[in-house]
């Protein structure tokens, strides 16, 4: 099932159709194509292309939502960050389809998609000029080619402002494990230990002085340990084996993991991104690709709303039908901070999701 990317107006009488067909897709994951089959059930003729059309619709009014949305993201001090790919039709391409790419950015309690046609460093690098805060993600080489200002430009997030994830260094003594290698287990009861202090200090709502206190009395020695461990190991181990690659992963990620234990704002890891992630993995299961780099924008736009509602526990569908209404009613583009999920959530009109927020 292909994204569709024209549309024809669904008009201010129609926005609340719009609305539901909108959320269905990026919250239900459910493709045009089958919403028009459940219509078709009720003895409702819809096609896919006028679905296609009204969703359009509603995201292309909610786009200054989304990039207000994005300036708070990309404007915040503690920001992190990964990617996935998305199939994209391209006629120019020889197999009729290309790799692009969705970027997650996760910050000021909000979350931010972003479309790429390709993996190149230059376009989170466009997107990230004028950031000077900490940035939390993988392994990713690009983070050290992105530069300001074009090629003769300083580093935009230089060594000593970058974050490692703990959970893609587990991730890979996880799969030595499973390939039968005992030795890994060693690595994890480590990571479970950690993480036994995190979530200890969730349970206590510690402030984030007192977690960074915490982090250096209990955690900081069990990572050493950790490290130590994994030093005297790596040493004797066969290159290119499943426990070799983790150690080594694990050793180049050092000394970014170790900066997240540094201030209590910091995670440990970039969990947050990689359940925003996927729900983009489950609607790209279900609709396969997009129809276009413009339909992929559009998808960009879905995600960036409805993940950050999810974040706030916001029922995605009052939300839509509320925040579109005030948008075609010609609300001030000077106020949009009251119309995001953060803001909305407080509001009287805000019909919140039990049990449906996300930690940040």
């Known amino acids: 099932m292909r994204v569709d990317d024209g549309h024809h107006g669904a008009g201010s009488s129609g926005h609340q159709a719009a609305c539901s067909v909108t959320v269905e897709k ?33 995201l292309d009014v909610l786009a200054p939502v989304a990039e207000r949305i994005e300036e708070r993201v990309l404007g915040s001090f503690y920001l992190r960050a990964d990617d996935t790919g998305m199939r994209v039709l391209d006629r120019d391409h020889p197999a009729g389809v290309k790799r692009g790419h969705i970027w997650a950015f996760v910050g000021a309690g909000l979350v931010a998609f972003l479309y790429a046609p390709d993996w190149k460093a230059k376009h989170p690098a466009a997107l990230l000029q004028g950031f000077t805060g900490y940035l939390q993600g993988d392994g990713y080489a690009g983070y050290g080619a992105m530069l300001r200002g074009g090629e003769d430009g300083e580093m935009i997030v230089p060594e000593e402002r970058r974050l490692g994830c703990g959970m893609h260094i587990r991730a890979k003594f996880e799969k030595a494990a499973k390939g039968g290698d005992t030795r890994a287990a060693v690595a994890l009861s480590y990571f479970k230990a950690i993480y036994r202090i ?9 402030s984030t002085e007192a977690r960074l206190t915490r982090r250096q009395e209990r955690s900081l020695p069990v990572v050493d340990e950790l490290y130590q461990w994994i030093h005297e190991l790596h040493l004797r181990l066969v290159p290119g084996t499943p426990l070799c690659i983790a150690t080594q992963y694990a050793i180049n990620q050092e000394a970014t993991w170790r900066r997240c234990f540094t201030d209590g704002h910091f995670e440990i890891d970039n969990g947050e991104v990689e359940r925003q992630l996927r729900r983009v993995a489950l609607g790209r299961k279900n609709y396969l690709f997009a129809g276009s780099d413009k339909g992929a924008e559009r998808l960009a736009i879905g995600y960036t709303i409805f993940g950050s509602c999810r974040m706030h526990g916001v029922n995605p569908l009052a939300w839509a039908t509320d925040v579109i209404g005030k948008l075609q009613a010609g609300w001030p583009r000077g106020r949009l901070d009251e119309l995001l999920p953060d803001a909305w959530a407080k509001s009287p009109r805000a019909a919140p999701v039990a049990g449906d927020a996300d930690a940040t």
């Open 26 to 58: 990026f919250e239900d994951a459910m493709p045009l194509y089958r919403q028009s089959q459940q219509y078709a059930r009720f003895g409702v003729s819809l096609s896919p292309s006028t679905l296609g059309d009204w969703s359009a619709f509603a």
């Open 198 to 206: 995190e979530a200890a200090c969730k349970e206590e709502a510690l």
